[in-house]
T-cell receptor, first 113, second 116 residues
């Protein structure tokens, strides 16, 4: 069956450290993968998109990698801050064509001062 | 400011009642989407629309209906046939560029629906 999985346990880290979140998928061949941030009671906010032919993408303190062999994407936040505390969702486009996304359940990140 | 507005923020439904959730966008996006979010689960697609006067069922369309009479608006009706409607409902929009579309989705801040 097709699945997209994120670690359901919250990730707790100390301020200033690098947070690494994982997104694994099975039985998909996504054309691209996206990461979103969601705060409690709010809608998700788009952060980064990475295509299947890209290994890595960066934006300020954020870095995303995409390994189509391992069927995995890693999302890194360097020099983390308490304001980075939120739930992070990965989403993939299961096929080329229109913009239909499959979302993971998200991983909650808590950055402690 | 461009964005997506969902209303109301909280909604209560009585047994046997249909309720309609509003979604309006001023981003000039062609594509719009409705998702349902339950605790511990990913967003699940209810309906989506690529263009005005056209929409398709998503993965969990049963008990829901939509219309797309205007580009800016994509209301969702939760009918009495939806037996477990309690959830957080999210509306989103994106630029629709056809077969090469890979655009991010822009979300509203959701409507939380509960049963009375």
């Amino acid at each position: 069956s097709q699945k997209i999985e994120q670690n359901s346990e919250a990730l707790n880290i100390q301020e200033g450290k690098t947070a690494t979140l994982t997104c694994n998928y099975t039985n998909y061949s996504p054309a691209y993968l996206q990461w979103y941030r969601q705060d409690p009671g709010r809608g998700p906010v788009f952060l980064l998109l990475i295509r299947e032919n890209e290994k890595e993408k960066r934006k300020e303190r954020l870095k995303v990698t995409f390994d189509t062999t391992l069927k995995q994407s890693l999302f890194h936040i360097t020099a983390s801050q308490p304001a980075d505390s939120a739930t992070y969702l990965c989403a993939l486009a299961p096929q080329r064509g229109y913009n239909k996304l499959i979302f993971g359940a998200g991983t909650r990140l808590a950055v402690h001062p | 400011d461009g964005g997506i507005t969902q209303s109301p923020k909280y909604l209560f439904r009585k047994e046997g009642q249909n309720v309609t959730l509003s979604c309006e966008q001023n981003l000039n996006h062609d594509a719009m989407y409705w998702y349902r979010q339950d605790p511990g689960q990913g967003l699940r697609l209810i309906y989506y629309s690529q263009i005005v006067n056209d929409f398709q069922k998503g993965d969990i369309a049963e008990g829901y209906s939509v219309s797309r009479e205007k580009k800016e608006s994509f209301p969702l009706t939760v009918t009495s046939a939806q037996k477990n409607p309690t959830a957080f409902y999210l509306c989103a929009s994106s630029i629709n560029q056809g077969l090469s579309s890979n655009q991010p989705q822009h979300f509203g801040d959701g409507t939380r629906l509960s049963i009375l």
